[in-house]
């Protein structure tokens, strides 16, 4: 497999705002209507790519005023015999977002690409292009492929530090030249408010760069939108982004802790207590900011298949939108669960049709580990697991039902990728160990905080007989990002053997667990 090296032969991502200049910056940063409109239009907020696969991807950008999107494409950065691309008029009505499906892109190769911003009323009038590149999947196996997951970003309070270099842990990320970023969830904190300055335990303070929007729980539409845009005040996330493909998918705190559908607020802190409501308002902001191909179709879905050629599919769960209400979980039936019955179906579809050697499941929450929601003061569960080492009750029905039809259907080389935790760990499920035993062995892989308080390693529920082979965590909780605990996982798909590697990684890119799986078999 070929490499890029990152930052990449090209000029640096051109445009970009100075996040590290000032602790505070004024929210006309993030308005367009504020800037003079006799200008040319400006790309401040870098470009992104999404959901690429052989012959196809998404080119994502923000203006600072209404703006036609135009995207050159060429095999070389001189971009000589360019093809261009004819994308959206950016307005209000999407914050000045704009997404382009660029199509019949050759396979396997590196991709070129800029963005230019062009007046509506005088296209000759355009602002500096901005410049990105990509690789498309390969049509051939032997290439192999490399990708890496995480997830929460932004969370607790530990925003942009300039004194830390801000989110560093991308540049970790970008020198592993993978071809894509799965994105595990938690995007933002849009219920974590982000102040100048929290002191930390040994006596030092860390600072952050605020913004309006992020000094309170997000609410309105353009308090959601402006969460999105807190991240991309960071330089090393913009670099990471116009060099790397993402495959992107949403938990709770995109909208509120824990949420679920139909759920009414009891946080004082927020004025709108319909979770339905935030939900809808948080749903349009993170489908502007991030290019999704299912967002733009009628159902607009989180939920999707992203094929990457013969090795590897990578099946994006969304356990937020159609789950029940959290409980104690313990109830003996639940054709709802988690995913919901639609998407259930459409999961085990996709699963019996896949060719790939590899079917990642990208979970946006783990299926062992006990994620406990006591918000509202009863013991109630977020995520799968409840704490009964028994048989399968509640959402851990449906999850039993998935696993029995991988088994029957003898479904080969399924892989559970998640974050949420905010720790790393590798589990084995086993059913010689489970009380549920009709499943074939998996591995589930977690990884993540990206730049958030770190927690201490959740309990594990024997129901599907998980065994903890690896985990990093600390004792205390909400660790700062300066107390370490950050995490990535790399994914390793060899060409010519088919061997899938697992590493989990701290901050800088240290290996902490390596673990090797072979192709071919049901379960793993």
Not at 301 to 314: A, C, M, S
Not at 388 to 393: E, K, N, T, V
Request: glycine content about 10%; aromatic content about 10%.
């Amino acid at each position: 497999m070929s490499h890029r090296p990152f930052p990449g032969r090209r000029s640096v991502l051109r445009g970009s705002l100075a996040a590290s200049a000032a602790l505070t910056l004024p929210t006309a940063l993030g308005s367009a209507p504020a800037f003079a409109l006799s200008g040319r239009p400006k790309a401040g907020w870098g470009v992104q790519t999404g959901d690429v696969t052989c012959d196809s991807g998404l080119v994502w950008v923000r203006s600072d005023r209404p703006a036609r999107m135009i995207v050159e494409t060429s095999a070389t950065e001189s971009f000589r015999n360019a093809r261009r691309w004819h994308g959206p008029l950016l307005g209000a009505d999407t914050d000045f977002t704009g997404t382009t499906r660029l199509r019949g892109l050759p396979s396997g190769e590196q991709i070129h690409y800029r963005v230019l911003l062009a007046d509506p009323d005088d296209p000759r009038r355009t602002g500096e292009p901005v410049t990105g590149t990509f690789r498309t999947a390969s049509a051939r196996r032997r290439d192999g492929i490399r990708f890496l997951w995480s997830g929460d970003l932004a969370g607790q309070g530990w925003g942009i530090n300039p004194d830390f270099g801000g989110y560093t842990i991308y540049n970790a990320m970008g020198a592993l030249d993978p071809d894509f970023f799965l994105c595990s969830g938690d995007n933002i904190y849009a219920d974590g408010p982000i102040t100048s300055s929290v002191a930390l335990p040994d006596g030092s303070t860390w600072r952050n760069i605020t913004t309006q929007e992020k000094s309170k729980v997000a609410e309105t539409l353009a308090e959601f939108r402006g969460n999105f845009r807190y991240n991309l005040l960071d330089d090393n996330l913009k670099r990471f982004n116009a060099q790397v493909p993402s495959i992107v998918q949403w938990d709770d705190h995109e909208v509120t802790n824990n949420w679920y559908p139909g759920e009414i607020l009891g946080d004082a802190r927020y004025t709108e207590k319909s979770v339905d409501v935030l939900a809808s308002r948080a749903r349009q902001a993170f489908s502007e900011y991030f290019p999704i191909s299912t967002l733009r179709r009628p159902d607009s879905r989180v939920y999707r298949t992203v094929r990457h050629g013969p090795l590897l599919d990578v099946f994006v769960l969304d356990m937020r939108t159609y789950r029940n209400a959290n409980s104690t979980d313990d109830q003996t039936t639940d054709a709802q669960g988690i995913l919901g019955a639609e998407q259930l179906k459409w999961l085990k579809g996709e699963l019996s049709r896949s060719r790939a050697v590899w079917k990642v499941i990208a979970s946006d929450m783990p299926l062992g580990l006990v994620v406990p929601d006591t918000g509202d003061g009863k013991p109630n569960i977020e995520a799968v697991a409840q704490g009964d080492p028994g048989a399968p009750l509640g959402r851990e029905l449906q999850i039993a039902e998935l696993l029995r039809f991988i088994k029957h259907r003898r479904i080969t080389g399924t892989v559970w990728l998640t974050a949420d935790v905010h720790h790393t760990s590798a589990q084995h499920y086993q059913p010689s160990r489970a009380a549920f035993t009709d499943f074939e062995p998996f591995w589930e892989f977690v990884s993540g905080p990206l730049n958030a308080g770190a927690f201490p390693a959740s309990a594990l529920d024997n129901t599907f007989g998980p065994e903890r082979v690896f985990v990093k965590a600390p004792t205390a909780s909400n660790v700062s990002p300066a107390g370490g605990y950050q995490f990535f996982g790399e994914v390793d798909i060899d060409g010519h053997s088919g061997e899938l590697t697992v590493r989990l990684r701290e901050q800088d890119g240290t290996v902490l667990f390596t673990q090797v799986l072979q192709p071919g078999r049901v379960g793993q």
